[in-house]
Each structure stands twice: as C-alpha cells, then as structure tokens.
C-alpha cells in the first residue's frame, strides 16, 4: 500500500512538525487513535457533504462517494488515518501469539450468548435490579427515546450529558429530544464536532474522522467562539473542554451506551479514551444506559477476551483509556438500564443473516474497506456504514438502503480483520441475492447481476470471462476505465491486469493434478 | 404486550438453529518480558502514562511535582494516607464541587502489566468523579498488587462487588482532529503513577 519508508499512502499529508505528545524516552506517543507519522492537512478544500437522505428514497451512495473523492484533500488525510489504524492493528495482532484462538473464542462466546439470548437477558435483569438498577425493556428506537423522556421528565432534568452512543444515533435520541426542550450534550470530541456541526457521525469510533483540522475550526469558531484563522489541535481540543465543561458540571443527568453487558453480574461496560461516559455517569446522579439486547455476555471471565480484542482491533491500541464497569448506582445515585430491540430479535431469526449481531463495533471492517476509506461513512446515508453498515442497513429499511450492499469490491478483507469473526463479505453477497429476489435493486443492476449470475453458475465460462475481463482491462483505451460513469475509477489507477490467470497458470504448471478435474472442482 | 414479554418472545421465536456450545476459556500465560512492575510501566508509558520511581529522601508529593513539571497546585485532593490534601473528600456535598482540583491522589487496586492499567473502585477514590474533573492523577501502586493479563485483573473480586469499577490506562486522550493525540480531552491531563508499596497499617481495599 506504502511507497516510502516512513509508510504513508500519501506522503504529501506527511508534517513536518510532530503536534503529538511524546514519552519519557522522547518517543512519538500514538495511542488511542492518534496516527503513528504526524499528518497535517494542507490545502483548503471545502469539507463534502454526505449522502441526500429523503424519507425511504434509494440511498444515492455512489452521487456522494463522488462528491468525496472531488475533494482530495479530505479523501487523502480519511484514506490514510483509517489505514494507519488498521496497520496499528496488525501491529498489535501480531504481538499476542494466541490472537486467532481469541477470535474464534470471542465469536464462540457471542453465538453462544445470542443461540440462548432468552436466559441471558432474564438473568441480566434479575442481577441489575437486585443491584437496585432500574431495567426498562424498549421494542423499538420510538419507544427507547419515550422511556428516556419519560425518566428525566420525572427528575425534572434540563440537561443531559452524554457519551457517544451508535445505539442513541439509530433511535434518533437527540432529534426526538429536541423537541422536548431537554438539551443533549455530547461528550466526546469528535461526536461533539459532529453535533454542533448538524451531522451523524461517520465512523463509529472516530465520528469526525472525515473532517479536516480546518473544517473544526470554522465549526468551532462558528459555534463556540474559538479563533476561526488558529486551526492547531490542541487549541481546538482546549477550546472544546473549556466551554463543555460547565454543561458537565450544571447537567441533571447523564447518559452513556454499553460495550457489554454481563449477566452473570447484572453489570455493563462502557470502552472510552476521553473519560467522558465517566463523567456523565459519576457527576450527576442519576444516570441511564441504553444497551442494546445483543450485547450480552454470560460471565465477567469474558470481558478479558472481548477488552483484549476490542480497542486492539478498533484502533491499533492495546486498550481505551478508560474501561469502566458499572454494577450498581453509587450512594444516593439513580442508575436505568434500558434495554434496546429495535429490529434484533428479528434479526436473530434471518438464518443467513443473525450472526450480524455478533458485531461489538470497533470499526475494524470500515479501516480496511476500500470503499469506505475512500468513499466517507456518510456517502452511506445510514447510522452504519461501512461493511459491517452493508449487513445491518436492510435490515432496518430493505428499499432505503438497497444500493449499500453494492458499495464493496467483495475483497473479504472485512471478515479478516473481525474480531468476532462475522462473515461479513459474504453476508453483503448474500444480501445482493435477497434485494435482487424482492426486487429492491434498480433495473440495471439487476440486469448486471442476471450476466453475472448466468457467467458464475458455469464455471467454465466464468475462466472465459476473467481472462477476456484482464485481457480487457490491459488493452482497453484509459477513457473506458475511468469515464465520469464509473465513480470508483476516478483518480483511482487500477492494478495491472495478470498476464495470465491462477488457473491457467495452475493448468499450464500443474497438468498432472489437473487432469480429471471437471468443472467447478478444480 | 408488556415489551419484555414481547421481546422475549421473539427472541425465543427466532432462536438460531444448532447447539452452539459456550466454549472454556484457557488460561493465557501473557509474555511479560522481564520483571512484573517493568513490563507494567512500560505498557503503561506506551499509553501515555508515567511511572515515577519514589525517592525515600525526598516527600512524595514534592517528588512528583519535581519529576512531572507541574507548578504548586492549589488543591490537592487525596485519598491516601502518604499524602496530607487540602480538600476532605469526606466533606465533598456534590461531585461538582471537585472542579478545582488540581491534583488527585488515590491507591490503585491492582495493576495490570499487559496493558499499564490500573483499577479504581469506589473503595479507592471515595467520590468516583475525583478521578476524572481533577486536572491531574497520581496513583499509588503497590508492585505486589500487580497481575500479568487482563485475563487474570478479570478474576479479581471488585468485579462482583464494587458499585463501580474501572481501568485507568494513561490520561484522558482524543486524537479525533486530524489523528493528532491530545491529552486531557475531557478529563485528567495527566496519569502518574508511584510504584510504592502499601503502608503497613493501611489494609488492602
């Protein structure tokens, strides 16, 4: 992927100077998610908007992946922070010898837990009332934001203080409490960024990550005050604690979402860097979670395999900052749980589909997706983008968000890296089946599939048509590769074709062990 | 339907097919590379966080204040016997009313050498938000108290009986502008810890 020796994608983002703390050794400090080169942006570029989302409409994912790469600069520094984490996570993979056995132990785990879900979360509920926690069940994103309105209607509370939650973005808590006259404060910086500037976040563990240091800073100047011509990181980090901090401290109550919940202790996790689902939860008393149901797990003993792979896999750092457990209120605190469907249990009967809910967040599949990291996780139009985004989406709105599941080249780069261990470029293969037999996909992609569908069926024609492909791609004239209809080839070079193919090669190289082989078992 | 009932229900409806058993999880003996408390400070000083050696000759906090650069604080804030404060978190009416602290200090239960983390129980920081509104954090640890994994810090008892417990590894840190790492995003901006043993008097929390 890397052309030089310091290993950035595009070295022109390379700064001169290093903005990042360093350690007692002089070292470069790049925990949490900072990068492992100092990166500056430097050319102003007007930030791309994401996706048009107009009720049920078809998301237009390509017309605003366009809109992205039209903007370089930000396509660059999204490209090379998202693959900077994901080699930060190969780093960490490759320093624990037993990775693959935690893997496959955390996927064992949570198909167990989601096979017997019923038990767990009874067990769950009996634990965290004994604690003296109350437990709210919530069918959908509706009910979920009535029972929160509900909860600080009844204390009065004005403002609410709260950690970055994707389950609160899916029920759409803070549209729904505008209306109430609560004010909604976010606590972490980028989803801070991200509220003030009116825009979902686009990546669920760096929400801002698409934005430049100079859009912050005419969001920040724009909203909070701060010097719109001073765009150095740490003033803008400084800006931001100062004018939140006194929300944090007047907030009637707060509010986090949870990593994990055990049910063996009626307890849940909460995984930050910035120590903020802390301070919302210990400053005010009273404090909620939303947790969504698939989030249980059986034991405490567990949490070591999920907290080991967790921030390793989501940003290449051997663990978030803060990793805090709640168990029961602290003297004279109030602590609610409630617990979220919102589509789950559903989910967990769609026999291709249900292993989805194994997925604990960290981000991993969208570092590594090409098309994510060029494209920007608000091209997607949806709470989730990404690849993991491509599997959950139609499952909320089969029409809305038919187009996503075609937004992936199919690499499996996705399943790779899971932590959990989803099939997940399978599941985006197989949801292009279901949308094409419901006939949610536009016409001409289906008739695309139909070809393709006819040319995979029969292996034989399949090797005709890779080689005529390659052929194709060596020979063809460069406007018929990247014309203005084909988003993914601008400013994109594509990989030289293969002189020949794997299994012309493997016949050429290897008759003996060919012969025999029919079709499709070689 | 009550919604518990209807979600359970569905749940039950909507079992996935097959046993899925819950598999054991072994015990991973995690490389430590030397000595206990040196593989800690070094997870530790990779996520941002100092070690401090303590110097007998010398008291503590003037020690820290030297070895850390910090200017005279106004308030401390302790929780440890080896420290005298200036703020009795006994006297502490609402959590809020620690915004001025400069400097915490607070006893950590148990270190974690894998990662450089150091566990806090309510018993630790008696008002949980000290740790997080106070400018600055020193933790006291004791070598004995530190475990090799994450694995074995998860067999430990706060997990089954505090109200409230968490990992401390290294500062309150963001790097969502530009990739660039910031301490002391919300909270503390900056985690020092003292590799010293417990007092003979005080008892294990």
Known sequence: MTDEPGGLIHPELRSERNESPVGPAGQRLQHAEGTSQPLRSKIRERQPRGAEVNGRRPIDHEAAAARFIAAPEHEKMHDERLWDLRSKRDAQMHAIPEWEELRELASQIKQHTLAHLDEYLEQFEAAAKANGVHVHWATDGAAHNRIVHGILRDHGAKRLIKSKSMLTEECGLRDYMAATGIEVVETDLGERIQQLDDEPPSHVVVPAVHKLRRDVAEVFSRTLGSDPDTDEVPYLAERQREATRPLILSADAGMTGGNFAVAETGSFVVCTNEGNADLSANVPALHIASIGIEKLIPRVEHLGVFIRLLSRSALGSPITQYTSHFRRPREGGEMHVVLVDNGRSARLGMAEFWTSLKCIRCGACMNTCPVFRRSGGLSYGATYAGPIGLILDPTFDKRKYSTLPFASTLNGSCSNVCPVKINIHEQIFAWRRVLAEEHEIPLVKRQMMQAAGAVLSRPALYRAAISTADSALRFLPRFAVYNRWNAWGAGREMPPAPKETFHTWYARTHPAADKGSGDGSA | ?205
């Open chain 2, 1 to 205: 339907m009550d919604p518990r009932d209807a979600i359970l229900a569905a749940v039950r409806r909507n079992r996935p097919v097959g046993e899925h058993p819950l598999p054991p999880v072994p015990h991973f003996a995690v490389s430590e590379a030397g000595e206990r408390a040196a593989c800690f400070a070094r997870s530790l000083e990779l996520m941002g966080g100092k070690v401090l050696e303590p110097d007998p000759a010398a008291d503590l906090l003037t020690a820290y204040l030297r070895g850390s650069g910090l200017a005279p604080p106004e308030i401390v804030c302790s929780a440890v016997p080896e420290i005298a404060g200036n703020r009795d978190l006994a006297t502490v009416a609402h959590p809020r009313d620690l915004a001025d602290v400069d400097v915490a200090v607070v006893r950590a239960a148990c270190g974690v050498a894998e990662t450089g983390s150091v566990l806090l129980t309510e018993a630790q920081l008696q008002v949980n938000a000290v740790a997080y509104l106070a400018q600055h954090l020193l933790v006291l640890l004791d070598p004995a108290d530190i475990v090799a994994s994450i694995h074995d810090a998860y067999d430990r008892p706060e997990f089954h009986q505090a109200r409230y417990a968490v990992f401390h590894t290294g500062p309150s840190a963001t790097a969502d502008i530009e990739g660039v790492l910031v301490h002391g995003a919300q909270g503390v901006r900056s985690l020092t810890v003292v590799l010293l043993p417990r007092q003979p008097s005080s008892v294990p929390a």
